[in-house]
């Protein structure tokens, strides 16, 4: 069979040619509960607010083996840099172009061809198989993964391993598999202080000023050592925004954003006490919105990743390295409830960018990778 007409291939063209730019899923997931549906799959949609989600399994026993991931993808951008519509799948030169090629459509049709291809090899396979897919995980992540694991905890239905298809690859497929991911905290930080003009500083109170000390204070802090999985948090400050545009007036207020990627070795709390703590001393008039964006996570190597680590092996004769870089995913959302979570996909050079493009041979080979993963982990 050639290349351009193998199904993995074609299901990720049609997959793109979907137009899901978040929240919208397209019918997405209704193209994939009907393949999974001939492989014995039970389908459950869930909707919530504008997001829907796909919860599917087949089976009733455990282990439950989890396919996660997202069927909506980032807005294309200015078209004019497309050399191809970005909904319009393009092969070119071995490379498949289009908006969701690696992130994450092309793990999507990897993961149904090689559940269909394990099912039809394994009917009688150990354990379940399921497939939790949300259209909201580009976007504000509030009525996705999240909402489907509490309604899967209300009714105590655990997943014990799941790999989540974010584009996991940095050169070449299966080099790198994310365990863990850091946890993410964010701050909107509004120092409060009394406008005037600069000609009478005894009468005003520079916010610009107060604020200083005690933001290079925070940005120049040691939080922790990290550990053999995590590097050191890390406190960026994103914006600053002050000043009434007049040279000649004090402003009454400055508003600072940040964010801290941190590891196991902190926890919300400590991190928000640390920060009160700070400004407390600098005697600063201050209000904080906290917005919490997911623990951190951690899977440790055991059964599940060497599994793993052995399929990549057999399918690209390379060992697989392991990393917790990079940004947030879903698997903070699933990792709480106790399941293994590791991510495994395509490379990841061109995501969110214009010409958004994954390589074909490498959709081929993440099939026998997903494939080979559950033989290892559910064939009898």
Known sequence: MSQSKSPVIELTKELISRISVTPEDAECQVLMADILSKSGFNNESMVFEDTTNLWSRRGTQS??????????????????????????????DGMLYG????????????????????????????????????????????????????????????????????????TEIGDIIKNGRRGSISGELTIHGKQGHVAYPQHVKNPIHLAMPALAELSSMHWDHGNEFFPETSFQLSNIE???????????????????????????????????????EHQLDYDIKWTFNGKPFITEPGLFINAVSKAIQTVTSRSTKLSTSGGTSDGRFIAPTGAEVIEVGPCNATIHQVNESVKCSDLEALVEIYYQTLVNVLAK
């Open 99 to 170: 908006r969701g090629a690696a992130d994450m459509k092309g793990s999507l049709a990897a993961m149904l061809v090689a559940t269909d291809k394990f099912v039809s090899d394994y009917p009688d396979h150990i354990g379940s198989i399921a497939y939790l897919i949300t259209s909201d995980e580009e976007g504000p992540f509030i009525n996705g993964t999240t909402r489907v694991i509490d309604t899967l905890e209300a009714r105590n239905e655990k997943i014990d391993y799941c790999i989540v298809g974010e584009p996991s690859s940095t």
């Open 63 to 92: 282990p439950v083996f989890c396919f996660a991931g997202h069927t909506d993808v980032v807005p294309a951008g200015n078209l004019e840099l497309w050399h191809s519509p970005p909904f319009e799948p393009t092969i070119k």
């Open 242 to 280: 002050s000043g009434t545009g007049a040279t000649n007036v004090v402003p009454g207020h400055l508003t600072a954003w940040f964010n801290l990627r941190f590891s196991t070795e902190l926890t919300f709390d400590k991190i928000v006490d640390k920060i009160n703590a700070v400004l407390t």
